[in-house]
């Protein structure tokens, strides 16, 4: 969207895309996504990294409009995954005076990505290193696993702006208006969750520098109440739960589990409890279910035996947690199977392999359907996840 207002020298050039399926062929996007980029007039002109290369026509236009004639000195990169990076090429093609300014990794990177001649064209910048465009300064610094090891971010002192690459971004396009919190979330536990201490590591820098906004490579323009969305970014990071609730994360095959897990959530709430997240994992959004399990405090994992292992459904959720490093949170388990239940048993492996996960046990096993004796330890189930 042209006319996202950033300030009178910094235009904003990227484009939305609500044709895409899926993100980084896994998330579904309903709301599309977009892919940001600026222009900073000055004496210098930069422009702060590309689009994916499913706009890259769109993207160019825009850029041409943006610099009124004039050439572009400097394309600033700061992460080289195809959504951001994917246009160099085609731009540093139709700009051959334009500098690339980087670091050593970004360099390192690009050849496996592109075909062109870098000779004489790159400017290597490190922590801490500026560039001058004018009345603008911007200073470098290195945001390593802020997603992609090469990953650093921007601050342009003059406007008080950090340019944080993936940082703060979020699914869906700018022409859409959603809350920004919940879309932030799928998008950041999904896609930087597992770099939890990298983060912070970035938001300590981040600390030292006064921002007045923030531009993200997707997502809005943040440029009021930054402590909120630094508040968040500070809570996700250290795998904290937002909130006091709890997440059913349910898989079931014919249904009975499902049934059962229903009646779980009814008991709970005539407990009680206020937030009760229930997600059926073979239908509902995979992502979705993940970041919500990290919003909240406790989680019970419920799923009948496939075959001797786990229905996949739940092997995926699991299996996700596992590598976005989920941790410091209550969890309770229950089980199905119709002769010899075993994922309660596999349930509990995972669970047991990831940081600080208090299981309020026992187990629950269903065998095939809710039994009287069932529904009782259901309830002593909701007893124990609520005292
Ligand atoms: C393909 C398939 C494989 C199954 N494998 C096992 C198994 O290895 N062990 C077991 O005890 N039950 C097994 N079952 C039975 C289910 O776990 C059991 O019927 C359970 O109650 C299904 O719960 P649901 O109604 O929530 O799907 C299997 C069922 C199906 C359809």
Redesign the pocket.
């Known amino acids: 969207m042209s006319d996202v207002k950033v300030t009178d020298s910094v235009l904003y050039v990227g484009c939305d895309d609500l044709d895409i399926d899926l993100f980084e062929s896994q998330y579904h996007v309903p709301n599309g996504v977009s892919y940001n980029s600026y222009v900073i007039l000055d004496e210098k002109i930069a422009i702060m990294d590309t689009v994916d290369p499913r706009r890259t026509e769109e993207w160019l236009e825009k850029v041409e409009k943006a610099l009124g004639g004039r050439l572009p000195d400097y394309l600033v990169v700061q992460h080289m995954e195809p959504d951001h990076a994917g246009s160099i090429q085609k731009i540093c093609t139709k700009y051959p005076q334009m500098q690339i300014v980087s670091n050593a990794k970004v360099f390192g990177m690009m050849p496996q990505f592109f075909d062109f001649d870098l000779t004489g064209r790159t400017i290597t910048v490190k922590e801490g290193d500026t560039l001058s465009l004018g009345s603008h300064t911007l200073t470098f610094f290195m945001a390593p696993m802020v997603h992609w090891p090469e990953v650093m971010v921007t601050y342009e002192a003059s406007e008080k702006i950090l340019f944080s690459a993936d940082g703060f971004g979020k699914f869906g396009a700018l022409s859409v208006e959603e809350d920004w919190t919940d879309e932030a979330r799928r998008y950041f536990i999904n896609i930087v969750g597992k770099y939890g201490a990298q983060v912070q590591n970035l938001l300590k820098k981040a600390a030292t520098l006064d921002i007045a906004m923030i531009c993200p490579l997707h997502g809005p323009v943040l440029k009021e109440d930054l402590g909120y969305y630094i508040g968040k970014y500070l809570t996700w990071s250290s795998y904290e739960p937002e909130e006091d609730g709890i997440v059913i994360a349910c898989a079931?095959?014919?249904?009975?589990?499902?049934r059962a897990m229903l009646k779980f959530v009814e008991i709970l709430k005539e407990k009680g409890a206020e937030n009760v997240k229930f997600f059926d994992l073979s239908r509902d959004d995979m992502a979705e279910a993940i970041a919500e399990a990290y919003q909240y405090s406790k989680l019970v994992v419920a799923c009948?035996?496939?075959?001797?292992v786990l229905f996949p459904c739940m092997e995926d959720f699991l299996y996700h947690l596992k590598i976005k490093n989920f941790q410091n949170r209550k969890a309770a388990i229950v089980e199905?199977?119709?002769?010899?239940?075993?994922s309660g048993k596999l349930m509990k492996a995972y669970l047991e392999g990831m940081k600080n996960i208090t299981l309020v046990e026992p187990t629950v096993t269903?065998k095939?359907t809710m039994s009287e004796k069932n529904l009782e330890e259901l309830n002593a189930l909701a007893d124990a996840l609520l005292a």
Do not use: E, R, V
């Open positions: 079931s095959i014919h249904g009975n589990t499902k009948p035996t496939y075959d001797g199905n199977g119709s002769w010899a239940p075993m269903i095939s």
